[in-house]
């Protein structure tokens, strides 16, 4: 079923087609595409991501894990309701995320680190 272990759910406006991204737990994805010329829907398959991503308790935001370095996304909500990701963090030199549960706050994550 798609719609089993959704974390986070992203919209992506840009143009058509409209994508609907399902974040799920263990690092996987899953596109949904409104095609507006045909009015068809189309569900792909899950999909294991490249960067890893860390959702911070209270839905705050997500730490993502990219090459060697860790950016911290922080939710902002306005006041029209909607959330805007920011970028407010980064750690480099960062091998692995140390994590056994899928929610921290982001000043306890624990990382492991690339010897000098």
Do not use: C
Request: charge should be neutral; avoid cysteine.
């Amino acid at each position: 079923m798609f719609q089993e272990n959704v974390r986070y759910i992203e919209i992506e406006f840009h143009s058509p087609p409209y994508t609907l991204v399902l974040h799920k737990i263990d690092n996987f994805s899953q596109n949904i595409w409104h095609m507006q010329q045909d009015r068809k829907i189309k569900i792909f398959s899950p999909f294991s991501l490249r960067d890893s991503k860390l959702f911070l308790k209270n839905g705050s935001g997500y730490l993502q894990h990219v090459g060697e370095s860790v950016f911290l996304w922080e939710f902002e909500k306005h006041n029209n309701g909607i959330y805007i990701e920011t970028l407010t963090h980064i750690k480099r030199n960062i091998k692995e995320i140390k994590s056994n549960d899928y929610e921290h706050y982001g000043a306890d994550v624990p990382f492991i680190y690339y010897k000098n």
